[in-house]
Structure formats: C-alpha cells, structure tokens
C-alpha cells in the first residue's frame, strides 16, 4: 500500500468480513511461505528467509482489531509471549508477531502493551492469507507456528473456539524438543 494510500482502497471491503475457517494447508516438514515485512518494534524490515539455517523461529499471528483498546486484559497470549520473549532468546530462538494492524496503530500497540518482541505489519493481510489462519467479523483469526533452524515447519496451533492459541510455555516445549 503506497503512502496516503487508504486501506479500503487496497483492500476490497468484502475480503475482510467474509469469514473463512482456519486450513491446515501448510505441511509439516515443508518451509511455509516467505515474506517480507516491516517490523514497527524495531523500524526495519523483516524477511522471514533471513533466519534459514540460522535459527528456529516463532511466529505468533495475532488479532488485533482497531476498534478495541488495547489493554492487557484484551490480549493475555500477546502479553504473554512479550513477557518470556528472554525465554524464547535463551532457547536460541527468535519470535515475529504477525499482525493485521497499520504501522502507526502498531506502534501505539508497541507503546500501550510495553512490547520488546519484534511486532510486524501486514496491513493487506497477505501474510496471514498465505498460512491459512482464516478470519472471521473482519479480523484475521490468531495462529501460531514454529520453524527449526532450516525453515522447516515443525508445529503449528490454528484458531479453534476452545483451543484459540498456543501458550508461551507450550511454544518453549515445541522449541525444546527440536
């Protein structure tokens, strides 16, 4: 989207508010899409190919709706996953937060929740299309996903009404066992 570009105009409005379920489209073993994206915690670019034979990555997809403030309260998993980014680190692993929201809403997401852990905007939702997260009342759904140190998808955790993220201490186990 180019700079004074509105959202509505890059975005066709019905492709937000059509609900699509959640897929499990990406394979294990195989290394799931590239992409890159702009990375509002630390103002730079982020290309997920960048850590292949490097390290494990995280990725953590969140919802993030613009309507809503943006408490603690309303994003625990978020806050959660800020708080043992250390832990994540210390494993040898980096963590990239996925989010819907445009940069200058991230940033006030970056400012209001004390966020450290590297939080990337994918304003057309391209990136959470192409993993299959699904979407629902004009919001991309939350998923989880970690890669070992060759880019390779090794667990993935999709929305689910009684299961709608993967914790921290989960992610940590998933990395340990690697």
């Given at each position: 989207?180019?700079?004074?570009?509105?959202?509505?105009?890059?975005?066709?409005?019905?492709r937000?508010?059509l609900?699509?379920?959640?897929?499990?489209?990406?394979?294990?073993?195989?290394?799931?899409?590239?992409?890159?994206?702009?990375?509002?915690?630390?103002?730079?670019?982020?290309?997920?190919?960048?850590?292949?034979?490097?390290?494990?990555?995280v990725?953590?997809?969140?919802?993030?709706?613009?309507?809503?403030?943006?408490?603690?309260?309303?994003?625990?998993?978020?806050?959660?996953?800020?708080?043992?980014?250390?832990?994540?680190?210390?494993?040898?692993?980096?963590?990239?937060?996925?989010?819907?929201?445009?940069?200058?809403?991230?940033?006030?997401?970056?400012?209001?929740?004390?966020?450290?852990?590297?939080?990337?905007?994918?304003?057309?939702?391209?990136?959470?299309?192409?993993?299959?997260?699904?979407q629902?009342?004009?919001?991309?759904?939350?998923?989880?996903?970690?890669?070992?140190?060759?880019?390779?998808?090794?667990?993935?955790?999709l929305?689910?009404?009684?299961?709608?993220?993967?914790?921290?201490?989960?992610?940590?186990?998933?990395?340990?066992a690697?």
């Amino acid at each position: 989207m180019t700079t004074g570009q509105s959202r509505s105009a890059a975005v066709p409005f019905w492709r937000d508010w059509l609900p699509h379920p959640p897929s499990l489209a990406l394979p294990l073993g195989q290394i799931p899409p590239d992409f890159a994206l702009w990375d509002v915690t630390h103002q730079r670019t982020v290309r997920l190919a960048n850590w292949r034979g490097k390290q494990p990555v995280v990725l953590s997809f969140e919802r993030i709706r613009a309507d809503l403030a943006y408490g603690p309260q309303r994003y625990p998993n978020l806050v959660a996953l800020n708080q043992g980014y250390a832990q994540f680190r210390n494993a040898g692993a980096e963590v990239l937060v996925v989010t819907r929201t445009m940069r200058r809403q991230g940033q006030a997401v970056i400012d209001d929740l004390g966020l450290t852990v590297p939080l990337l905007s994918d304003e057309t939702g391209t990136t959470f299309r192409a993993y299959h997260t699904g979407q629902a009342l004009g919001a991309p759904l939350p998923a989880q996903f970690v890669l070992d140190a060759q880019g390779r998808l090794r667990y993935s955790h999709l929305f689910s009404l009684l299961h709608a993220q993967a914790t921290p201490a989960h992610l940590l186990a998933v990395l340990e066992a690697l």
